[in-house]
């Protein structure tokens, strides 16, 4: 195994950052702004995790925290960060790395912006899926997040099934997403409506999103999508570019058209439910990810590391706030976004009338 | 309602209404066979139930009060209901033609673009902060959220440049998630408010009010008055804002006017009934099969047919899942979605 190499090409007049081994068998590249973004993003979600493992009911100062990360802090201060904290910090940095590769990838797919897979239906699959399992099987913990990724996927089969008429159309994706999802909203809303008080409730606040109280269980489950799909979706992802030219363009330049949206589409599929299974419904973040990722970036396909990352940072931040912001104590972090999504959409009504006008 | 001059000057033959006279026999065959429809949707409204009464029966105790269980579960229950889901039916169907003629979006649907969800969103909020409790206190947040939502939507969707029908849809489900989101937030909190919602936000017409009914009719009357009002303009505006002025209609009044009578609808149906998907789509979408692009026709159509399919779902309602019962929005979801789906596999989406 050797190193990777690090080195700074100029590809006409931008300067590009590239990573790879040093055969140049592999290789990762992007502009050095994205680059310079991604780190920001990347610093800024890690030094929010941080903060978060400090805080709480029991302070603890930062340098004990190091100090437990590595396996050097004392027993007590060990049961706070490792069975506590982090737990939830990870869930809530991969869960929102799911989220934001997930979106990039749709909007890149669908080449629109509001095509993401809180629209598409993939989430309110997911939670049909785990309303089922504690609405009607009466199911908690593990089997929930295993009908949430279950009702996914079977949701993005259906969706795709019915989209297909002599191939795929963005757009007719979308829509019949939309459909799809207008049903299964109804079948929530039934779920909720016939059952009792207590389990409505909790329920609800299961279709907020929230990664309160999430362990090492959702940890590994959304960890092991993250681990092993991104590398996938970064292979796949540097023709989201070529495929926003059109089939024919992406053809011509040597794209495999059909081959790169499949394995496109399903990992993202994948990794919102993953996601989904682990934190619930978050809003929003599949959303925002992508278009602010791309405004840091300036480029309009902001490419799904930065996405990513941009995801990891939001959901962080939400959380913190979801956390301290408020007196009363913890919110679930789905209302945080909700609220961040609400001046999102605003901003680009703003700006979309703005660019119009 | 053939001829009429709400256009002037008028160049004969460009006329919609200058239809063969063998059309126009079909047009009001097609009407006379909707009203049918309806009827028989009523007399089975008033009769099925987890208690059914026989036709006869039900004729008798409608007109006289007996004191009988019967006339009872007919006057109190039955009765309410239906005319409840004539006066809802009738307006989500009107709501749904005049945004599909406004916006010329075959796709366009008051649950769809979010305008039903507007209205819930507005009387949540009253009623958890502002403590509003009285559903004649509902309907005027619901018109006001009906009315934002709607200007939302329409300037997210991109009315402007280029306006297409799926980016109105997108944009509407996009800031539907938002209020929803809100709506959730603010209740999760609230156990007694969220357990009413929930059994609101289904849609259904169930154990409403009389008074609700009739504090909310004349605002379904006016919204109803001024769609119908409306057909002839709404044919101008089909040609073109240009063709349109050029005829001697003015595009803005007519757009404004006909966000008055969607508000006016949308805000009076969603407060007496809740969300109610579909229904708005459905409806403009049989009545141009039978009628063609004529909209005062549509809208004759919509008026009766509207209630006709709201009420037979809502029988379906009672009898599939008896003796519970399905909530007619979950009914009209499971019919109207695969329609919706069915639109949208059509090869091309073409604007009306």
Same mark, same amino acid.
């Given at each position: 195994m050797t190193a990777p190499v690090l080195r700074l090409t100029r590809v006409g007049g931008a300067r590009r950052i590239v990573l790879g081994s040093p055969a140049g068998r592999f290789s990762l590249r992007m502009p050095l702004r994205s680059a310079l973004v991604g780190t920001g993003l990347l610093v800024l979600a890690l030094?929010?995790?941080? $903060?978060?493992? +400090?805080?709480g009911d029991f302070p603890i100062p930062v340098t004990d925290v190091l100090r437990s990360l590595i396996g050097q802090g004392n027993p007590g201060t060990d049961f706070i960060v490792h069975e506590l904290r982090l737990p939830r910090v990870l869930v809530t940095l991969l869960v929102g790395a799911a989220f934001g590769a997930s979106g990039t990838i749709f909007q890149g797919l669908t080449r629109n912006p509001l095509g993401s897979p809180d629209f598409v239906g993939l989430t309110v699959g997911? &939670? +049909?899926?785990?309303?089922?399992?504690i609405l009607v099987l009466g199911g908690g913990g593990f089997a929930v997040a295993a009908g949430a990724v279950i009702g996914c996927l079977v949701t993005a089969v259906a969706i795709y099934l019915l989209a297909f008429r002599h191939g795929v159309q963005p757009f007719r994706l979308v829509l019949i997403g939309i459909g799809v999802s207008a049903l299964l909203e109804a079948m929530n809303s039934y779920l909720i409506y016939r059952a009792r008080l207590d389990e409505a409730v909790s329920a609800q606040v299961w279709l907020i999103g929230s990664t309160n109280g999430r362990g090492w269980t959702e940890v590994a489950l959304v960890g092991v999508a993250v681990a092993v799909l991104l590398p996938i979706v970064l292979h796949h992802g540097r023709h989201l570019d070529m495929l926003a030219l059109g089939d024919?363009? &992406? +053809?011509?330049h040597g794209v495999p058209v059909?081959?790169?949206? =499949?394995?496109?589409?399903?990992?993202? $599929?994948?990794? &919102?439910?993953? =996601? +989904?299974?682990?934190?619930?419904p978050i809003a929003f973040v599949a959303l925002a990810a992508g278009p602010l990722a791309g405004r840091l970036t300036r480029s309009p396909h902001a490419g799904i590391l930065p996405g990513a990352l941009m995801g990891a940072a939001l959901l962080a931040v939400s959380d913190w706030l979801a956390q301290h912001a408020w007196p009363g104590g913890d919110i679930p972090v789905g209302n945080v976004t909700a609220a961040l999504g609400g001046v999102y959409l605003t901003w680009l009504l703003v700006h979309e009338r703005r660019r119009l006008g | 309602m053939t001829t009429g001059t709400g256009l002037r000057p008028a160049p004969v033959g460009a006329q919609p209404d200058q239809a063969p006279p063998s059309r126009t026999a079909r047009r009001w065959t097609g009407l006379a066979v909707g009203l049918v429809l309806l009827a028989v949707a009523v007399a089975l409204s008033i009769a099925v139930g987890s208690r059914t009464i026989g036709l006869s029966t039900v004729w008798q105790v409608l007109w006289h009060d007996t004191g009988t269980p019967e006339s009872v579960i007919v006057h109190q229950l039955r009765l309410p209901r239906t005319v409840l889901g004539i006066g809802v039916g009738a307006a989500l169907g009107l709501a749904g033609t005049l945004m599909q003629a406004l916006t010329r979006n075959p796709l366009a649907e008051p649950g769809l673009l979010g305008v039903n969800l507007g209205a819930s969103t507005?009387?949540?909020?009253a009623i958890a902060f502002l403590g509003v409790t009285s559903p004649t206190g509902y309907v005027w947040f619901a018109f006001v959220g009906a009315a934002l939502t709607s200007v939302v939507v329409f300037a997210l969707g991109g009315s402007g440049r280029a306006p297409t029908p799926e980016?109105?849809?997108?944009?509407?489900?996009?800031?539907?998630?938002?209020?929803?989101?809100?709506v959730w937030a603010v209740l999760v909190s609230r156990r007694e408010v969220f357990d009413r919602y929930r059994h609101w936000d289904v849609g259904s017409l169930a154990d409403r009010e009389t008074s609700t009914i009739v504090a909310l009719a004349p605002f379904l009357a006016a919204g109803m008055v001024l769609a119908l009002v409306l057909g002839r303009q709404l044919n101008a505006l089909?040609?073109?804002?240009?063709s349109a002025t050029s005829m001697g209609a003015r595009p803005g009044r007519i757009r404004a006017l006909g966000m008055v009578a969607i508000t006016l609808l949308c805000g009076a149906a969603t407060a007496a009934s809740g969300p109610i998907w579909f229904l708005g789509l459905a409806v403009p979408y049989a009545a141009r099969m039978f009628v063609g692009s004529d909209h005062r026709w549509i809208l004759a159509y919509a008026l009766v047919l509207g209630p006709a399919l709201l009420l037979a779902s809502d029988v379906a309602g009672r009898v599939l899942v008896a003796p519970a019962e399905l909530p007619v929005g979950v009914v009209t979801a499971f019919v109207g979605a695969p329609l919706f789906i069915a639109l949208c596999r059509r090869r091309r989406l073409s604007v009306l």
């Open positions: 030094a929010v995790s941080l $903060v978060s493992l +400090t805080s997911a &939670a +049909t899926g785990a309303l089922i399992v024919e363009t &992406a +053809t011509l059909e081959r790169s949206r =499949a394995v496109l589409a399903l990992c993202g $599929v994948a990794l &919102a439910a993953a =996601a +989904t299974g682990a934190a619930g | 507005a009387v949540v909020l980016r109105q849809v997108l944009a509407g489900v996009a800031f539907t998630s938002v209020l929803g989101a809100i089909a040609l073109g804002d240009e």
